[in-house]
Each structure stands twice: as structure tokens, then as C-alpha cells.
């Protein structure tokens, strides 16, 4: 049976546009984000579910020492930064779940496009880690998985269930474009057949003003 697959989307220097509800883009310089993705996610991910593969997908200039940095810690990675309406996206939009979407979407083209195959996909967003209440077996191998208080900082997409999330996400990124002003969290754990689950086992420093986020 395939691993299961985790999705990490990172922004590691994230630029200063405001977002709609926050002037602060993120408090964190772009070496404290890229060492709590390395040293927080990527560790977490291998200490808790260690027999998972992990994708890291960015979208940021970042120098080659650090880009090689995040390509060792991880089992795949591609940076999108040279698209550019995902580097839009992620960089220029002031919706902060337009460049999570973009990302997603240009993850998923990935996998299929090499023809990766997965148990389960967990994406878990950048610098942000597992805890010791993460439990695998807890998310479903045939329905989406989300929390039940609606977070998108984790969540879970079984394979048998890829191509229709891809036509989904796509449905989200046009919510986008015509001017949604919605969180990503108000939109994705919308989609259908899912299952809620009250513990992800997942916390992280909140970029915008270092409170810690546990669920």
C-alpha cells in the first residue's frame, strides 16, 4: 500500500502586501520561517508519521543555500516562484487563501504529472507542526478529513478522491478571481463527502502576531 503523502505549502519570504484583515504580512524574518519549516514541520512530519513522504512546495526568491536546505529535508519539492499568477498569488494578493489554492493546485499537477501515488495526502501549511496528538488512523481513507472547528492549517485527501479535489480547489481558486474576500477556511472545509474530527493534532506560531494555534 502507498505511503501516505504530506503537503506542505510555504512562503518562506513572504514580502510585505498587506493582508485584507491585518496590515502585517508575517512577523517572522524569511531565516526564522525557513528554520521552523525545516526544524518544526519537516521533523514533526518525520517523527510522528515516519513512513510518509513529504512534498514541500514554495513560492518565494530564496538563495541556493537555502533552497538546497529545504530540497535535503524533503522526499519532493518544487518551487512555483517563476509562475507567475501563482507568484501573484501568493506574493501580491491581499486574499490570503488565493496563494494556498495556487499552490495546491500547482501541487496536485505535480503529482499527477509523475505519476505519484499516495495513501492519503495531509496538507499541512508551512511552519506549522505536529503534536503528539496527531493520529493517523483518525483521518479517513475515504472521505476528506477536516477539523471540526473548520481549520484548513491541516486537513486530509484521500487518493481515491485527488482528481475530484483538484476539480474542486479550481472551483475555489475562480471564487478567487471574482473577488471573494472569504478565508480559505470558510470555503474549503465546505466541499463534500467529508468527515470532522475534533483533535488534527497540530499546532504552530500564528505569522501575524506569535500566538500559538493548537488544534
Not at 518544487?78 to 506574493?91: F, G, I, P, T, W
Not at 493517523?136 to 481513507?141: D, L, M
Request: charged fraction near 25%; include cysteine.
Amino acid at each position: 500500500m502507498s505511503e501516505d503523502l504530506f503537503l506542505i505549502t510555504s512562503v518562506i519570504n513572504t514580502g510585505f502586501k498587506p493582508w485584507t484583515y491585518t496590515g502585517i504580512r508575517s512577523i517572522y524574518t524569511p531565516e526564522q520561517r525557513l528554520d521552523q519549516t525545516i526544524n518544526e514541520t519537516i521533523s514533526s512530519i518525520r517523527s510522528y508519521s515516519p513512513s510518509s513522504k513529504i512534498f514541500l512546495i514554495e513560492c518565494s526568491n530564496i538563495c541556493k543555500e537555502d533552497e538546497d536546505k529545504l530540497i535535503n529535508a524533503s522526499d519532493y519539492y518544487l518551487n512555483m516562484y517563476q509562475d507567475e499568477e501563482v507568484r501573484k498569488s501568493c506574493l501580491e494578493s491581499n486574499k490570503k487563501g488565493y496563494g494556498e489554492v495556487m499552490l495546491t493546485l500547482g501541487a496536485l499537477e505535480y503529482i499527477k504529472k509523475n505519476n505519484i501515488e499516495f495513501k492519503r495526502l495531509f496538507k499541512i501549511s508551512g511552519r506549522y507542526y505536529l503534536t503528539k496528538n496527531f493520529n493517523e488512523s483518525n483521518f479517513s481513507n475515504t472521505l476528506y478529513t477536516f477539523n471540526n472547528k473548520n481549520s484548513t492549517v491541516l486537513y486530509s485527501v484521500p487518493f481515491s478522491r485527488s482528481d475530484e479535489f483538484y476539480g474542486k480547489m479550481n472551483h475555489i481558486k475562480t471564487e478567487y478571481e471574482k473577488a471573494s474576500s472569504l478565508g480559505l477556511e470558510n470555503i474549503l472545509p465546505r466541499i463534500e463527502p467529508k468527515e470532522t474530527i475534533p483533535v488534527l493534532g497540530v499546532a504552530g506560531l500564528v505569522a501575524i502576531d506569535r500566538t500559538t494555534y493548537n488544534a
